[in-house]
Every structure is written in structure tokens, then in C-alpha cells.
């Protein structure tokens, strides 16, 4: 059973309700709707503010164009720091692993399914002819890299937009397949949409996981959202955004890292990629879990040692 402190209490006193901040695209709403529901089973009042951020007035430039993964969170950044909202949900991966503003991660919710799929919707049978010059859309260069390695035939065309944007234009060109995160698709319930799960792919940092943003100086509702936390989602994702972190590595670069929890061992492997996919880095542990810190500072010094330099420096 979850105990609340007079403090905590308190706080409720002087506002009537937690303002959530959140994109307001189908999957956003359903994450900031996944907290306030939590919220309310504390007890607590709760209201969405929708806002809409650069990354998603702007569906045809690349993301790494529009300066990276900022272009999700800038809007919601403004939105705490002028006192609009209390807290901000978003999905972990989009964060920056560097955040100069008084603002910090206040809780980690549970992980949903961290792989990635692909969407065909004729079928997946193109995959076995290895003469077929297939289309594949996607706007990740970490799925790309990772596609050109294992189909070095296929070709790919830009894809951005929310869920429900991207497979509408799936659904409208002659392209053989898309790449969606499962969570994605299976936390708005279009997980039918699914043809392939991808397990071999590295998925991106933290991906499938949510964060709540809180201020630096707000002490309780950091008590109150503390309250929501996964610990093992907090600290697999953790170790994921070091790695990230260390290889000084943007949303746009070819880098993915997954960590996870079984039989209280820690399992985590990291990639990293040339565009073209020809050129493959990669790093895999399994240590204890309650020995795993630093995994993700050791996983980026191994391949940068290997010289996955290159991969960084290519997106310059």
C-alpha cells in the first residue's frame, strides 16, 4: 500500500489540480492518460494540457535536420518552466541526454515492449527473395543501418509523423514495409498492424519506456511522482541513455542500446552502425543487476575503442 506524507498532502492545499503536460497526438494522450490515472488512484486531481511541439507542426523534415530530439520536448520545456504545467509526460527516447534547464526526470513508469516491428501490408514474403529491391519506410538512421546490414538490396524512403499519420501514409504508397516501435502501436491498440517483431534489431535507448519531467526545485511533487516509478525500467533505461550519453550520440545517429532483467541477471547490448550498414560495431554483457552500474560508460568506451568514431562523425 502506498503511504502519503502531510508534505505530499499539503501541496494539494495550494493547487486543486496536477497539470500534465502532453503532445497531443493519439499515443502521447494515452501515455499522459496512463499517469493520470495513476495520479488519480493516489488520490490526486488531475487535468491533460495539450501542446504542440516543432517535431510535430513539421512532418517532412528529418529529425536531424530540426536539430535532433529537442524538437519533441522544447515545447513541453516552455511549458513547465513558464508554471502552464506541473509535470510533462513523454516517451523516455525522446529526451535529450544532456538538459541544461532546471528540469529533470522525475519518475520512470513501467517498460512496454521495447522491440521493433515492421508493418507490411501485403505480407513479409518480399524478405526471402534477395533479388527484390524492396521500399522500406522508416525515418530512424538506427533502423535504417540496421536494415541495409541484414537487406543490403533494399532502398528507403523518409517517414515522420505520429502513429496514426504514419500508417495512413503506409497504407496509401506502394512501399513493401514500415518500422514502428511495438509499444507504440500496442499501447493505442493497433498492434494488429503488426506483421514481423523485429528481435533482431537493437532497439533505441529507453525505447518503450516513459518519463515523467518534473522542475528541479519542485521537491513534492517529486515526492508525488516518485511514486509511479518502475525500478527496473528506471535503471535498464538508465544504463541505455549512458551509453547514449557517452557516444555523444543524438536520435539521428545509428546507435541503439537495450538492457533488461531476468533471473536478477542484467543483459544489455549496444550498437552501433555506418548509414550504409556495412560497417557494425557491438558490445553484449551480462552481469548482475545490482553490479550493473556504469555498464552503459563501459558498452560506449568499448566501441568507441573499436572505432565507432566513425559513426558519430559521419553525421556531422
Not at 527473395?129 to 522508416?138: F, L, P
Not at 512501399?175 to 507504440?184: E, K, L, Q, V
Request: aromatic share 6%; with cysteine.
Amino acid at each position: 500500500m502506498i503511504c502519503l506524507n502531510l508534505k505530499t498532502n499539503r501541496y494539494m492545499n495550494d493547487r486543486s489540480k496536477i497539470r500534465i503536460g502532453t503532445r497531443e497526438s493519439e499515443l502521447a494522450t494515452w501515455q499522459a492518460g496512463r499517469v493520470s490515472d495513476a495520479l488519480q488512484e493516489l488520490g490526486y486531481d488531475t487535468e491533460l494540457v495539450f501542446v504542440k511541439s516543432e517535431g510535430d507542426l513539421d512532418l517532412k523534415t528529418p529529425i536531424r535536420e530540426m536539430g535532433g530530439k529537442g524538437v519533441f520536448t522544447k515545447t513541453l520545456d516552455r511549458a513547465q518552466l513558464s508554471g502552464k504545467v506541473d509535470i510533462a509526460v513523454l516517451s523516455f527516447k525522446d529526451l535529450p541526454t544532456e538538459n541544461p534547464l532546471p528540469l529533470k526526470v522525475g519518475a520512470v513508469l513501467e517498460r512496454a515492449d521495447p522491440r521493433d516491428t515492421l508493418v507490411a501490408p501485403d505480407g513479409i514474403d518480399f524478405l526471402r527473395d534477395s533479388n527484390y529491391e524492396a521500399i522500406i519506410a522508416t525515418g530512424s538512421n538506427r533502423r535504417r543501418a540496421q536494415w541495409a546490414h541484414r537487406y543490403p538490396q533494399h532502398r528507403f524512403v523518409n517517414l515522420r509523423g505520429n502513429v496514426n499519420t504514419r500508417l495512413e501514409k503506409v497504407a496509401n504508397n506502394d512501399w513493401d514495409g514500415a518500422i514502428f516501435a511495438a509499444a507504440g502501436l500496442e499501447r493505442i491498440r493497433l498492434g494488429h498492424h503488426i506483421s514481423q517483431y523485429l528481435d533482431w534489431m537493437v532497439s533505441a535507448a529507453a525505447q518503450g519506456a516513459m518519463a515523467v519531467m518534473i522542475r528541479e526545485d519542485d521537491s513534492e511533487m517529486e515526492g508525488i511522482v516518485l511514486h509511479l516509478e518502475d525500478h527496473d525500467a528506471a535503471l535498464c533505461s538508465g544504463l541505455e541513455r549512458d551509453f547514449l550519453h557517452d557516444m555523444e550520440a543524438g536520435c539521428s545517429a545509428p546507435v541503439g542500446a537495450y538492457a533488461f532483467i531476468e533471473d536478477q541477471k542484467l543483459h544489455f547490448k549496444a550498437i552501433a552502425m555506418t548509414l550504409d550498414g556495412t560497417e557494425q560495431y557491438y558490445f553484449e554483457k551480462v552481469t548482475p543487476a545490482d553490479k550493473a552500474d556504469g555498464l552503459g560508460h563501459e558498452a560506449a568506451k568499448e566501441l568507441l575503442s573499436q572505432g565507432a568514431q566513425k559513426v558519430i562523425d559521419e553525421m556531422e
